[in-house]
C-alpha cells in the first residue's frame, strides 16, 4: 500500500481505454480542514474535506480528487478471485467460468497458474483476498442531463465506520437526522397510482423536512425505481436548494451491469455511466436518481444478496452515533420501510424487528407487504399455518408452487413473530383516518417504538422530544409525546425550550409554554448571554453587536475579541430605543459573575460551538434572574425580525404596551439601517402590528376605566429603561397610538391642568386679564378642594395650567413684536431709548429661557445629549437663529459706524421673530394642520428648484450670450442670468429682447452707466439690433412653454398630491406634534418673559446656594408604588387576553378563514364517512360473528343435555334430532380458541426465538400451533445444542449418549441435582426429558447445566417510593414501587437480584454476588417471611426441548421507611462487589429488564395493589 500522502500516480497506457484522459473540471473553493475524526486508526490523507454538504453534481476540487484518490485506496479495499476454478455453470454466452462467476481473462494473469492453491477446491475463505479499491469517484449518467453521484467499490468486509467516514468527510454529507431504510421487491411492480404519489410525496417530505438520508439497493428496478423517482419528481417541483434529498444505493459490485466504466484506479471525476436496461440480462443498472453508491464487492459475480450484511451493520452503525440537530443531540434513528418484496424482504423484517427496528409495511403495494399487513391486526391465534398459506396463494400467484411445507412453517413463525412486536410494526393504509400521508406513518412508527422502548425514568420520553424538536415535527410532539402517560416537570423542558428559541421553531416554543415553563425560572443572566451569543449572523443586530465589542477592544487595547455580555447588547438596545430609555442591563462589577444552576439532565445542546449542557449544570452559586425575562426574550426576538416567534413571546407580557411600542421603535431603527428591501419591509410591516396590538390593548383599557388607562399612560416601566408607554410612542412616532382619543383626552387634561375641560377659552381669557373673577363659578376646576369660592390655590391652580401659561406666553410675544416693530419703525435713534432697553430685556429673558431648556436634564442624560436633542427640533433651531442674528444687529447697533447695517439686520431678526409665531399656532386645530401642510410644500419647493434652476440658468446664459457681448459688470450679468429669466416666468419679459420693443435710451451702448444695462448688439450706423430675433423670440417661446406650463404645473400637483396625502392624515400628524407643544408649557415656568427672570432666579437660589433640588420637575412620567403597579398590571394583561381573544374571534369570523375552516371539516366528513363505513362492514362482520358463537355454543349446551338426558335412560327410541353443526366455520372456530388463548397466551415465546442466545445456532421454527407435544408435526426436525461450561463442575453431559443419559433419574431427586417439576410429571422420550410446555425448536440442554428442570430463585424486593417529606407518591392514584435490581458484569440490561440455584445451595450465586456473607442467614428468613408469587415454568430464551427453567418468585416488601430490615440491607449492599451495579428503580410496565422478570414485577404490582 502506498505511503500517507503520496503523489497521484500516472496512469498506465492499457488503462487509458477505461478511464480516458479528461479535461480539468471547474474547481469549487479549497475547503478547510475538518477537526472531526470519527475513525481511529485510519490513515489520513495530507487534507480532509469541509463536512459542509454539497449538491451531487457539483464538480469536484483538484483539491479534493487528491484527497480522495490517497485516501481512498488506503483505507477502502475490493475483492478479487486469485484462483481460477472451473465451474459447472456457464456464462449467459455460454462461455467458460469461475466459481466464483467471472470469466477466465477476467482474472489475473497467474490466477490459473498458482501453485499454492494446485489441485484444491475453491474456498472463497482463501481463494478470494483484498486489496485496494480501483472504482471510485463521480459518477455521471450519459444521456440524463446533469445527473452526477458519488461512487466507490467497498469489500464485504470493509468496517461500517470507514464507510462512514468517508461519507460524512470527504463525501461532505451532514450526519442525517433519520436513516430510512427501504426494502421490498427488487423487480418492477405495479402500484395503484393513488398509493405510488402518496408513497413519493410522504418519503420524500419526511427526507426533507427531517434532513434523513434513504438507503435502498440503488439499482433501477422494484422500489429502488419507485425511490429514485420519487426524489426525481419532488427535485424537479422543488427550487435547487429544497430539492437536496440524500439517497444512498447500496448494491452489489458483482450484480451491477456495465460495471467496467467505473473502474479507474485514480478515480472517475467523472466516470461515465450508460443505463441501459435493453441489455442488462440478469444484472441491474444503477438507479440515476440516486445521489451516492455504495458497490459491496465479495469477489463474485452475479450472485445477489451480498451486500445485505454489510448494509444491515452499516444501518446499525449509523444508528448508533449522535447527530446535533435543532440543538438536541440525539442517536440516528432508522426506520424500515417496505414496499411489496419477497422472501428475502421477509428475512429483512423480522431481522429488523429483532433488533428493535421499527417498520413500515405500505399495504397495497404487493406480496410479503399485503400478507403482513392483512394479518396485523389479527389476535396471533388467529395467524394459523392455513391461514398463511391462503394469504399466499392470494398474493404470489406466480410462485406460490415454490413454496413447501418447510417454507410455509418458516413463513409462519416468522410472520407471528412480527405481529407479535405490534410497538415496532406499522401499517400504513391508505385513507386511514391520522395517518393521512407516509411521513406521519413513519414518524408515528418511530414514536411508538420509542415508547415502547424500555427506559429508566424519563429518558424514553427525553428521547422522542429530541426526535421532535430536531425533526421539527409540533404535531407530532402534541399527539405523541406529551400525553397523559407522562407528567412532564417545566426544568426538563428548559435545554429544549432553548434548542427551539434559537432554531426558530416557535411552535414548539407556544407547546413548552403550554407544558408549564415558566419564563421567569428559564430566562436567566447566562442563559440569555448564551441566547445572544447564536443570535443568526446574518441579522442587523449582529453587526452592531460586533460593532461594539470592536470598539470595547481597541478601547481596551487588547488582541481578543471580548465576549457578549448584557451591557454590550445593552448599549445597542439604547441606540435603537432612543433617548427616553436608561440602559436595560446595567454594566456588572469585575467582581460578580453570576452563575445558572438548574439542572438539566439527559440533554446536551451544541449550537455554533458553545454548549448549553455546560450552562444548565449543578453549581453551588446563586441564579441570577433578570428583571423581566418575557421583555428579554421578545427584544431577543424582535431584533432578529422572528415574528411568529415574538408573537408568542409577547402574549405572554404583562407590560405589553410598553413591549409592542418598544418593539415598534427598535423594528423601525432597525429598517432604517437595514439593507436588504425585503427585510425593511417586514420589519416595517411588523412595526405597525406592534402599534396596531398597543392601541387594541389600550382601547380595551380605555373603554374599562379612563383613569387606570391614562396612567398607564405615564407610568414609569423600570422593565423598559424608566420610560413611559406615551415617550415610547413618541420616539417611534407611532402617530396612531398618540392620535387615539383615549391618548388625546390625556393630553386635553394635561393642558387644561387642575381646570375642567368644560371651560371655554373666552372665559378663562376673561379671567387671565381680570383675575378676581376666579373667586366666581366662571371656572370650574377638577379637584374638589379647588371647588370652593374662597380658596386661594385656585390662583395658583388657574395661572399654573398649561393653557394659561400658553395664553401669557402669546399675549408676552405680542407684546415684544409689537414693541420691536415700534422702534424698528419709530423709536430707532442712534442712543437707545428706554424702549428699545427694555427689548433687549426682553430678549435675555428669552435667552434664559432657552438656556434652560437646553441644560434642564431631569433624567441625566448629560449635556451632549441634551444638546443633541434640543437641536434636533426645528423651532428650537429657528429660536437660536432669531437671537444670533439679534445679537449680530445688536452688535453693529451699538457702534455708530454700522448704525445702518445694524438696523437692517435687526429687521431681518424681526422676520424671523415673527416665523417663530407659526409654532404658537400649532395648538389650533385649524391652523395646525395648515402650518404642517405649508412645512411638507416647503420641502416639495425645495426639490422643485434644482429642476427650475436648470431651465432658468440655462436660458439666462444663452440670452445673455446672444444679446449682449462682453458684459463685465457681475452684479448685471446676475441680473441678465438670473433674476430677468426668473421674472420672465411671471411675465416681465425684457423690452430688448425683441427688436421691435427696443429702446437705446433704456441701456448703455458701452456699460459704463451703473444704472443701466449694457445694451445689445447693435448696427453702428442706425442704432438697431443686429441679434438673430427669430432664435431669441423661439427660446423665450420654449422657455416660458416648460417654465409656465410644465414645471409650475408640475410644482402645483406636487402641492396638490402633499396636500391630498398629508390632508388624509392631518388630524392624526396635528395630535401628535400637539404634544410637543403641551409637553413644553407643561413643564415651563408660568410666568411669562421678561417676568419668567424671577422664576430662573428662583431655580438658581435653590439649586446653587441652598443646594437642593428644584420643586418644579414637571413631567408627565408617574411612579407608582408596588402594590399599586402590581394591580395596574395585572389589569392590564387581564385585558390583553380579552383582545387576544377578540382578535382570534375575528380571525374566526373572517370569510376566508370560515372557507378554509368549511374545507378542512367537509375533508375531514369524507373522511370519517370512509371510516365509518369500513367500521360497519366490521360492525356487521362483528356482530354476525358473535351471533354464529352463540348459536354454536347454545348447540353444543343443547347436545350436551340431549346427551346427558340418553345416558340417564330418558330415551325415546327415536334418533336423536341434530342440534347444529357439530363443527363451527373454521374462522369462527379459530376466533373462539383464540378468545380463549387471548386469555390464557401459550407459553415461552422467548424460547421459541429463532437465534439461540450465546451462539450461532438457528432453532427450528416452531408456529404457536405446532408447539403443544399432542400436535402432529412431521417436519419437525429441530439441531441438537449443548454448550459445555468449564466453570460448572455440576453439569450433564455435553454430549447426550445413550448410556450417560440412562443414569439421570428425571422426576426426582437425582443426587444433589432436584429434576423434580413444579408442575408434576414430565414426559421422558429416548433418554430425554420433554418440555411439558411444547416444543421450542432445539434439541439438548442448550446454556442450561441439567437436563429437564434447571430451578432458580428470584427474590423481588420492593418499597413504596416516596417524596422527601415521607409521603409515598401516587400515580393514577395508585402507590409507586421501588424495586431493587442488579446489573452483572458482561451484561447490557438489568435484571432481579437472582438465578440459577446450584445443587445443595439455598441462594443463587448471582445473589450471593450481591449479599455480603454475614447477611445471607437473614435475608433467607427474608424470604421465608415473604410471599410467593410464582412458581412453576420460565420462559427463558436458554429453554430447549429437553431442558428448561422453574423458579420461585418471592415478594419481599418493605412497607416502613424505617424498616431495620431494609436499612440493614442498603448497608450490606453498599459493601457488595464493586463491578456489581445495583440500585433502587421505579417500577413500571417500561423498566428496562428481561421480559420474564416483567413478568412477575407485574405480579408483584398486582399483589401490593401498585401501578404498573
Not at 88 to 107: A, F, I, N, P, W
Not at 1108 to 1125: D, F, S
Not at 1138 to 1151: I, M, P, R
Not at 1450 to 1477: A, W
Request: aromatic residues 10%.
Amino acid at each position: 500500500m502506498a505511503a500517507r500522502g503520496r503523489r497521484p500516480r500516472v496512469l498506465p497506457s492499457e488503462l487509458n481505454k477505461v478511464c480516458p484522459e479528461r479535461g480539468e473540471d471547474p474547481a469549487t473553493h479549497p475547503k478547510k480542514m475538518s477537526d472531526f475524526e470519527v475513525v481511529p486508526n485510519l490513515q489520513q490523507s495530507s487534507s480532509s474535506v469541509s463536512r459542509s454538504r454539497r449538491k451531487a453534481h457539483f464538480p469536484t476540487g483538484s483539491n479534493e480528487k487528491e484527497n480522495l484518490v490517497s485516501w481512498i485506496p488506503e483505507n477502502i479495499q475490493k475483492k478479487e478471485c486469485i484462483y481460477f476454478v472451473e465451474s459447472s455453470q456457464t456464462s449467459d454466452s455460454g462461455r467458460v467460468v469461475c466459481k466464483c462467476g467471472y470469466l477466465r481473462e477476467q482474472h489475473r494473469e497467474d490466477a490459473a497458474k498458482t501453485p499454492l492453491f494446485l489441485g484444491k477446491e475453491w474456498d472463497p475463505s482463501r481463494h478470494i483476498q483484498e486489496m485496494p479499491t480501483d472504482a471510485f469517484g463521480d459518477i455521471h449518467f450519459t444521456g440524463l442531463g446533469q445527473k452526477m453521484g458519488k461512487y466507490v467499490r467497498v469489500s464485504s468486509d470493509t468496517p461500517p465506520r470507514v464507510i462512514y467516514h468517508l461519507m460524512t468527510q470527504h463525501w461532505g454529507l451532514d450526519a442525517p437526522n433519520l436513516l430510512i431504510s427501504v426494502t421490498g421487491g427488487a423487480k418492477n411492480f405495479i402500484m395503484k397510482p393513488r398509493l405510488k404519489n402518496i408513497f413519493r410525496q410522504g418519503l420524500v417530505k419526511v427526507a426533507q423536512t427531517t434532513g434523513a438520508w434513504i438507503i435502498t439497493g440503488g439499482s433501477h428496478t422494484g422500489v429502488m425505481k419507485q425511490v429514485g423517482e420519487a426524489v426525481r419528481d419532488f427535485i424537479l417541483s422543488c427550487s435547487h436548494k429544497e430539492g437536496d434529498i440524500v439517497t444512498i444505493g447500496i448494491a452489489t459490485w458483482g450484480t451491477v451491469y456495465n460495471r467496467e466504466s467505473l473502474v479507474c484506479p485514480m478515480g472517475g471525476f467523472p466516470a461515465e455511466y450508460i443505463l441501459d436496461e435493453e441489455n442488462q440480462g440478469s444484472l441491474s443498472c444503477l438507479d440515476s436518481n440516486h445521489s451516492h453508491f455504495i458497490l459491496v464487492d465479495d469477489g463474485t459475480h452475479g450472485r445477489y444478496g451480498v451486500e445485505i450484511p454489510l448494509r444491515t451493520r452499516l444501518e446499525k452503525f449509523i444508528s448508533e452515533q449522535t447527530k446535533v440537530k435543532g440543538g438536541v443531540a440525539i442517536k440516528i434513528p432508522l426506520v424500515c420501510v417496505v414496499l411489496e418484496g419477497g422472501p428475502g424482504t421477509l428475512d429483512t423484517i423480522h431481522n429488523a424487528i429483532t433488533n428493535g427496528t421499527p417498520c413500515v409495511i405500505v399495504e397495497g403495494s404487493g406480496r410479503v407487504a399485503d400478507v403482513i399487513a392483512q394479518v396485523a391486526s389479527l389476535p396471533l391465534s388467529q395467524i394459523t399455518m392455513a391461514l398463511i398459506q391462503k394469504k399466499l396463494s392470494m398474493f404470489f400467484h406466480d410462485t406460490y408452487d415454490l413454496f413447501t411445507e418447510g417454507k410455509l412453517v418458516e413463513w409462519t413463525k416468522k410472520i407471528q413473530d412480527i405481529v407479535r412486536s405490534q410497538q415496532l410494526l406499522t401499517i400504513f393504509r391508505e385513507g386511514k383516518y391520522g395517518q393521512e400521508d407516509v411521513d406521519v406513518a413513519i414518524l408515528q412508527a418511530l414514536f411508538k417504538a420509542s415508547q415502547n422502548q424500555d427506559h429508566f425514568g424519563h429518558e424514553n420520553w427525553d428521547h422522542q422530544l429530541k426526535l421532535a424538536v430536531a425533526w421539527n415535527r409540533v404535531d407530532i410532539a402534541r399527539s405523541e409525546i406529551f400525553t397523559d402517560d407522562h407528567e412532564w416537570k417545566p426544568t426538563d423542558l428548559h435545554p429544549v425550550m432553548a434548542a427551539a428559541l434559537i432554531s426558530n421553531k416557535p411552535e414548539f416554543v407556544k407547546l413548552f409554554l403550554e407544558q408549564g415553563v415558566r419564563l421567569k425560572e428559564f430566562v436567566t443572566w447566562d442563559t440569555l448571554v448564551y441566547l445572544y451569543d447564536n443570535v443568526a449572523p446574518s441579522c442587523l443586530f449582529h453587526s452592531k453587536l460586533q460593532k461594539v465589542l470592536l470598539e470595547e477592544r481597541e478601547h481596551s487595547a487588547g488582541s481578543r475579541m471580548p465576549r457578549i455580555q448584557l451591557h454590550h447588547v445593552s448599549q445597542v438596545l439604547r441606540d435603537l430605543l432612543g433617548r427616553s430609555t436608561q440602559p436595560l442591563y446595567p454594566k456588572p462589577k469585575q467582581t460578580e459573575r453570576p452563575r445558572l444552576s438548574i439542572p438539566i439532565p439527559h440533554l446536551k445542546l451544541n449550537v455554533h460551538g458553545s454548549s448549553l449542557r455546560s450552562l444548565y449544570k449543578h453549581s453551588a452559586g446563586r441564579v441570577t434572574f433578570t428583571m423581566d425575562p418575557v421583555r428579554d426574550l421578545l427584544i431577543w426576538a424582535v431584533v432578529q425580525n422572528r415574528k411568529e416567534l415574538a408573537e408568542i413571546i409577547w402574549a405572554q407580557s404583562q407590560d405589553c404596551m410598553a413591549a409592542a411600542l418598544g418593539c415598534s421603535k427598535i423594528l423601525k431603527e432597525l429598517a432604517k439601517e437595514e439593507e436588504d428591501t425585503d427585510t425593511t419591509e417586514d420589519m416595517l410591516a411588523l412595526a405597525e402590528q406592534y402599534e396596531h396590538k398597543a392601541i387594541g390593548v389600550f382601547t380595551d383599557c380605555y373603554r374599562k376605566d379612563e383613569e387606570r388607562a391614562q396612567k398607564l399612560l405615564t407610568r414609569v416601566s423600570e422593565a423598559w429603561g424608566k420610560t413611559t408607554c406615551l415617550q415610547l410612542a413618541l420616539e417611534a412616532k407611532n402617530m396612531n397610538f398618540v392620535s387615539h382619543g383615549g391618548v388625546q383626552a390625556f393630553l386635553t387634561k394635561v393642558w387644561w391642568g387642575k381646570m375642567s375641560v368644560d371651560n371655554g377659552l373666552w372665559r378663562v381669557i376673561v379671567c387671565m386679564l381680570f383675575f378676581p373673577l376666579l373667586y366666581t363659578n366662571l371656572i370650574a376646576f377638577r379637584e374638589k378642594r379647588l371647588q370652593p369660592a374662597g380658596c386661594l390655590a385656585r390662583l395658583r391652580a388657574f395661572f399654573t395650567a398649561p393653557v394659561v401659561i400658553f395664553l401669557m406666553n402669546i399675549l408676552s410675544y405680542f407684546t415684544f413684536l409689537l414693541l420691536f416693530a415700534y422702534v424698528l419703525m419709530v423709536d430707532f435713534q442712534p442712543s437707545p431709548s428706554w424702549r428699545e432697553y427694555l427689548i433687549y430685556f426682553w430678549l435675555f429673558s428669552l435667552v434664559c429661557e432657552e438656556t434652560r431648556q437646553l441644560l434642564y436634564d431631569p433624567d441625566g442624560f448629560g449635556v451632549v445629549k441634551m444638546a443633541s436633542l434640543y437641536f434636533k427640533d426645528f423651532w428650537n433651531k429657528l429660536d437660536i437663529c432669531a437671537i444670533v442674528v439679534f445679537i449680530a444687529g445688536l452688535t453693529c447697533r451699538l457702534i455708530p459706524s454700522t448704525l445702518y447695517p445694524g438696523r437692517i439686520i435687526l429687521s431681518l431678526a424681526f422676520i424671523i421673530f415673527c416665523l417663530r409665531l407659526m409654532h404658537i399656532f400649532t395648538v389650533s386645530k385649524t391652523l395646525g394642520p395648515k402650518i404642517i401642510i405649508v412645512k411638507r410644500m416647503m420641502k416639495d419647493v425645495f426639490f422643485f428648484l434644482f429642476l427650475l434652476a436648470v431651465w432658468v440658468v440655462s436660458f439666462g446664459v444663452a440670452k445673455q450670450a446672444i444679446l449682449i457681448h462682453n458684459e463685465e459688470r457681475v452684479d448685471w450679468l446676475f441680473r441678465g442670468v438670473v433674476y430677468h429669466s426668473y421674472l420672465t416666468i411671471f411675465g416681465q419679459i425684457p423690452s430688448y429682447i425683441d427688436g421691435v420693443n427696443f429702446n437705446i435710451d433704456q441701456c448703455s451702448p458701452n456699460g459704463t452707466d451703473p444704472y443701466k444695462p449694457k445694451c445689445p448688439e447693435t448696427n453702428e450706423d442706425n442704432k438697431k439690433p443686429i441679434f438673430p430675433e427669430w432664435l431669441t423670440v423661439i427660446l423665450l417661446c420654449l422657455y416660458l412653454l416648460f417654465t409656465n406650463i410644465l414645471l409650475l404645473n408640475l410644482l402645483i400637483a406636487m402641492f396638490n398630491y402633499t396636500f391630498q396625502q398629508v390632508q388624509e392624515h392631518t388630524d392624526q400628524i396635528w395630535k401628535f406634534q400637539r404634544h410637543d407643544l403641551i409637553e413644553e408649557y407643561h413643564g415651563r415656568p408660568p410666568a411669562p418673559p421678561p417676568l419668567i427672570l424671577l422664576n430662573h432666579l428662583q431655580s438658581l437660589l435653590q439649586r446653587g446656594l441652598l443646594r437642593r433640588a428644584a420643586t418644579h420637575h414637571k413631567q408627565l412620567k408617574e411612579k407608582l408604588e408596588k402594590n399599586e403597579e402590581a394591580a395596574l398590571l395585572s389589569w392590564e394583561m387581564y385585558l390583553k387576553e380579552s383582545y387576544l381573544q377578540h382578535l382570534q374571534c375575528q380571525e374566526k369570523q373572517n370569510v376566508e378563514q370560515k372557507i378554509r375552516d368549511i374545507a378542512q371539516r367537509v375533508d375531514m366528513l369524507a373522511e370519517l364517512l370512509d371510516l365509518d363505513q369500513g367500521k360497519r362492514t366490521g360492525l356487521v362482520e362483528r356482530r354476525l360473528g358473535s351471533l354464529e358463537d352463540r348459536v354454536q355454543q347454545s348447540a353444543q349446551a343443547l347436545r350436551w343435555i340431549m346427551q346427558a338426558l340418553q345416558g340417564s335412560g330418558f330415551s325415546s327410541g327415536e334418533a336423536m334430532p341434530p342440534v347444529g353443526s357439530s363443527k363451527a366455520p373454521e374462522g369462527k372456530e379459530v376466533e373462539v380458541e383464540g378468545k380463549a388463548e387471548e386469555i390464557h397466551p401459550p407459553c415461552h415465546v422467548l424460547a421459541r426465538t429463532l437465534l439461540y442466545p450465546g451462539s450461532h445456532t438457528l432453532r427450528f421454527p416452531v408456529p404457536d400451533e405446532k408447539v403443544p407435544w399432542e400436535v402432529e408435526f412431521p417436519l419437525y426436525d429441530p439441531p441438537t445444542y449443548s454448550a459445555d461450561h468449564k466453570d460448572m463442575a455440576v453439569q450433564d453431559p455435553f454430549s447426550p449418549s445413550l448410556e450417560s443419559l440412562l443414569k439421570i433419574n428425571y422426576n426426582t431427586m437425582d443426587g444433589l441435582i432436584d429434576r423434580q417439576s413444579f408442575h408434576g410429571l414430565y414426559a421422558v422420550q429416548e433418554g430425554l426429558p420433554l418440555n411439558p410446555m411444547g416444543r421450542t425448536g432445539l434439541r439438548g440442554r442448550g446454556r442450561l447445566h441439567c437436563f429437564g428442570p434447571n430451578h432458580a430463585l428470584h427474590p423481588i424486593v420492593t418499597r413504596w417510593r416516596r417524596n422527601l417529606d415521607g409521603s409515598i407518591i401516587r400515580k393514577s392514584l395508585k402507590k409507586m414501587l421501588e424495586v431493587l435490581v442488579a446489573q452483572y458484569p458482561l451484561s447490557e440490561v438489568w435484571a432481579l437480584p437472582g438465578g440459577s440455584l446450584e445443587p445443595g445451595e439455598m441462594l443463587p450465586l448471582k445473589l450471593k454476588w450481591i449479599l455480603r456473607r454475614e447477611f445471607w442467614p437473614q435475608f433467607q428468613n427474608l424470604l421465608k417471611q415473604g410471599t410467593e408469587v410464582h412458581k412453576g415454568y420460565l420462559d427463558d430464551p436458554r429453554n430447549t426441548d429437553n431442558a428448561w427453567v422453574e423458579t420461585v418468585a418471592i415478594s419481599v416488601h418493605f412497607d416502613s421507611q424505617n424498616s431495620v430490615e431494609m436499612k440493614r440491607l442498603n448497608s450490606f449492599l453498599q459493601g457488595c462487589d464493586p463491578e456489581l451495579c445495583i440500585r433502587w428503580q421505579v417500577l413500571d410496565k417500561r423498566i428496562p429488564l428481561h421480559a420474564n422478570h416483567k413478568e412477575l414485577l407485574h405480579k408483584v404490582s398486582a399483589l401490593l395493589g401498585a401501578y404498573y
